[in-house]
């Protein structure tokens, strides 16, 4: 070898506030005993090739911008997980060309930025020979074995302030405002929004509701003489023996959008005769720069990835917990999701606060 010892960044699936920050963090970190090259569009630019070198100088210019300098897909040929989160076996030959690329170019190891479908490709790539190190990333907060993914409270903070908005304009006309949010398969954010806004009821996946308590909560309210609500919702959110509502906006996912749970909320309500109105925060929750927080949880992730590239310290993923960073396997972090567990101290204390969650059965004060 008669160059630098070569990395490789690549960042999958949708974009997060904090990918930038990460990206300059690692390359600062391993700046100049090593050259890193940044790929395009995810794994799809190892595929072909399509890359660019990472200098300080560059990435420097994009450490607290939203988005992602290198582009990303979740599409294409390395759709890690399908349906409702399996995992997918990749096409062998597509796998086979990846790794006659990285050897090619020489690299070392690949620093990989994303969630459990991205890092489900990381583990195959890593069992082809590739040397994979992880960054977990989700808006969600829904990666299994980390306290916080990076965007994650940046995500809730703008999901806060819609709620403070809706609160006004609700209050003002009696109206049931209802927030949709992202949220696949956990309810994080709408949880940790849903508190911070002073939500009356949050419902989140992991705990289905019905609309026959949904509809007791607000008329219980209207009993009292409160004729406003805010209902939070997470897109993944299902009622009792219901299904999750797809988006009927196409588009090119590896899985298909949510999108609609919010306003068949408001439609239900309507129909009872009460005035509700729903508004989707969709990817405004993802665009734009981290929020402090998350510039100084990002630059933590990139130099700890880097410093597990400098430490050979390869087939993990960097964990964050109880303000600690260290690693796990990324056969362990693919393993699971991180959900809301319905009996945890958040929900406990949520439950205090007087906050349903469209359970059957629950007792309103
Ligand atoms: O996984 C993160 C997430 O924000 C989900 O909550 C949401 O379902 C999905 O991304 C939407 O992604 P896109 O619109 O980019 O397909």
């Given at each position: 070898?008669?160059?630098?010892?070569?990395?490789?960044?690549?960042?999958?699936?949708?974009?997060?506030?904090?990918?930038?920050?990460?990206?300059?963090?690692?390359?600062?970190?391993?700046?100049?005993e090593y050259e890193v090259f940044g790929f395009y569009k995810g794994y799809e630019g190892l595929l072909e090739k399509n890359y660019f070198h990472l200098l300080p100088e560059y990435t420097n210019r994009f450490k607290f911008q939203g988005g992602t300098m290198l582009k990303s897909v979740n599409h294409g040929h390395f759709p890690g997980k399908i349906g409702g989160g399996e995992l997918n076996l990749i096409d062998k030959s597509i796998l086979a060309k990846t790794k006659e690329n990285?050897?090619?170019?020489?690299?070392?190891?690949?620093?990989?930025?994303?969630?459990?479908?991205?890092?489900?490709?990381?583990?195959?790539?890593?069992?082809?020979?590739?040397?994979?190190?992880?960054?977990?990333?989700?808006?969600?907060?829904?990666?299994?074995?980390?306290?916080?993914?990076?965007?994650?409270?940046?995500?809730?903070?703008?999901?806060?302030?819609?709620?403070?908005?809706?609160?006004?304009?609700?209050?003002?006309?009696?109206?049931?405002?209802?927030?949709?949010?992202?949220?696949?398969?956990?309810?994080?954010?709408?949880?940790?929004?849903?508190?911070?806004?002073?939500?009356?009821?949050?419902?989140?996946?992991?705990?289905?509701?019905?609309?026959?308590?949904?509809?007791?909560?607000?008329?219980?309210?209207?009993?009292?003489?409160?004729?406003?609500?805010?209902?939070?919702?997470?897109?993944?959110?299902?009622?009792?023996?219901?299904?999750?509502?797809?988006?009927?906006?196409?588009?090119?996912?590896?899985?298909?959008?949510?999108?609609?749970?919010?306003?068949?909320?408001?439609?239900?309500?309507?129909?009872?005769?009460?005035?509700?109105?729903?508004?989707?925060?969709?990817?405004?929750?993802?665009?734009?720069?981290?929020?402090?927080?998350?510039?100084?949880?990002?630059?933590?992730?990139?130099?700890?990835?880097?410093?597990?590239?400098?430490?050979?310290?390869?087939?993990?993923?960097?964990?964050?917990?109880?303000?600690?960073?260290?690693?796990?396997?990324?056969?362990?972090?693919?393993?699971?999701?991180?959900?809301?567990?319905?009996?945890?101290?958040?929900?406990?204390?949520?439950?205090?606060?007087?906050?349903?969650?469209?359970?059957?059965?629950?007792?309103?004060?």
């Open positions: 070898m008669n160059h630098k010892p070569r990395i490789g960044v690549i960042n999958g699936g949708g974009d997060c506030p904090g990918l930038n920050t990460v990206i300059d963090s690692l390359v600062k970190t391993l700046y100049p990285y050897d090619e170019m020489g690299l070392e190891a690949i620093v990989v930025l994303g969630g459990d479908g991205t890092m489900s490709v990381a583990l195959q790539l890593q069992e082809m020979g590739l040397n994979m190190v992880g960054v977990p990333k989700s808006i969600d907060n829904d990666l299994y074995g980390t306290d916080y993914t990076f965007g994650f409270q940046t995500a809730v903070e703008i999901a806060t302030e819609a709620l403070d908005r809706l609160e006004t304009t609700g209050y003002s006309h009696d109206r049931v405002m209802i927030l949709e949010l992202m949220g696949r398969n956990a309810g994080w954010i709408s949880l940790n929004a849903g508190i911070a806004g002073g939500a009356n009821m949050i419902l989140i996946p992991e705990i289905p509701f019905t609309y026959d308590q949904l509809l007791k909560y607000i008329q219980a309210r209207v009993e009292k003489g409160k004729h406003n609500a805010l209902i939070v919702v997470a897109e993944g959110a299902i009622s009792v023996g219901g299904e999750k509502i797809l988006s009927d906006i196409g588009g090119q996912s590896s899985e298909q959008n949510l999108s609609g749970i919010g306003s068949n909320i408001a439609r239900f309500l309507n129909s009872q005769n009460i005035d509700a109105r729903s508004t989707i925060l969709g990817h405004i929750q993802r665009g734009g720069s981290p929020n402090s927080f998350d510039r100084i949880l990002s630059r933590q992730y990139g130099a700890f990835a880097g410093n597990m590239i400098k430490d050979k310290k390869y087939a993990q993923v960097v964990t964050y917990n109880c303000h600690d960073f260290t690693s796990m396997t990324l056969d362990e972090c693919v393993s699971q999701l991180k959900l809301v567990d319905p009996e945890s101290s958040i929900v406990k204390l949520a439950r205090q606060m007087g906050i349903s969650f469209g359970e059957t059965g629950e007792i309103y004060f």
